[in-house]
């Protein structure tokens, strides 16, 4: 669970930084979900390896383990793979962003968005658009 034994500040801390990685942290995971399932860990270094990567075992190991800490790797038997998928992790990491900048709201996040001129009036009518289709739905 996140944040567990945890309590006020340190909670928030470790739960807001929780999805937050590294480059080479996101490079194994991306490299984890071109598998689509388990994976042993000789056999992921040899395709950072065949990349052009040379990471030693225990580079990899490192990445893992911080990975596997936030919950965002899986190790059993020998065994790797990514506890989410890609679009999951995405979703889960944009919420993390939301809550530590923005308050938790879209509403803001648009609003700031908007106080800086980085929305257009196409990206305007998408988003209209995807509102909309969101209430038909309900």
């Known amino acids: 669970e996140i ?7 340190e909670m928030c ?3 807001r930084d ?3 990685i590294s480059d080479a942290e ?3 995971l991306e490299m984890l979900w071109k598998q689509e399932g388990e994976v042993k860990q000789s ?16 580079t990899l190991n490192t990445f893992l383990a911080r990975l596997e800490e ?3 790797v899986k190790r059993e038997g020998g065994l790797v793979s990514a506890a989410y998928g890609e679009k999951k992790y ?4 944009m919420k993390e962003v939301l ?15 908007s106080r800086e001129n980085l929305i257009n009036d196409e990206d305007i009518e998408e988003l209209l658009e995807l509102l909309e289709g969101k209430n038909k739905e309900e």
Do not use: P, T
């Not at 809550?99 to 968005?113: I, M, P, Q, R």
């Open 3 to 9: 944040g567990s034994g945890l309590v006020g500040s």
């Open 13 to 15: 801390i470790r739960d």
């Open 18 to 20: 929780r999805y937050s």
């Open 26 to 28: 996101r490079e194994v």
């Open 43 to 58: 056999q992921l270094l040899a395709m950072f390896e065949k990349e052009g990567k040379e990471w030693k075992r225990q």
């Open 70 to 72: 936030k919950g965002l």
């Open 90 to 93: 995405n979703c889960l990491q």
């Open 99 to 113: 809550d530590k900048l923005f308050h938790g709201k879209v509403s803001n996040f648009v609003a700031a968005f």
